[in-house]
């Protein structure tokens, strides 16, 4: 079990987050229900009146890896635009886009 995703998975419950952040991260739906399924075995979370919360141990443990998923290289958070570049123009040349061909 990734440490990283597990982490994910505890801190999108704590937060009754949403488990896209999960997607981006390339797992599949059935990967992210294979990973909740061992958390459970594991004792990481547990099922109380229809809810999922953690245990003490999922506490713990996300307490102390949940540094570790912070992103502090912008390039892995930012998705570059390139649907809006535009090709470099000369010194001597202005633009002037038109307000149909970007989207804001």
Same mark, same amino acid.
């Given at each position: ?17 949403? !488990? ?20 459970? !075995? ?10 999922? !919360? ?15 998923? &912070?992103?502090?290289? &912008? ?30």
């Amino acid at each position: 079990m990734n440490e990283n995703n597990l982490t994910l998975l505890l801190n999108v419950i704590k937060n009754k987050g949403n !488990i896209m952040v999960l997607s981006r991260q390339q797992l599949s739906f059935r990967q992210i229900a294979e990973l909740t399924e061992q958390a459970v !075995i594991d004792g990481y979370i547990g099922y109380t009146d229809n809810k999922i !919360i953690l245990t003490d141990l999922g506490e713990s443990f996300l307490a102390s890896h949940l540094d570790t998923t &912070k992103k502090r290289n &912008k390039a892995e958070w930012i998705e570059l635009d390139f649907k809006n570049k535009i090709k470099p123009f000369p010194k001597n040349e202005v633009f002037l886009p038109n307000r149909s061909e970007f989207s804001f």
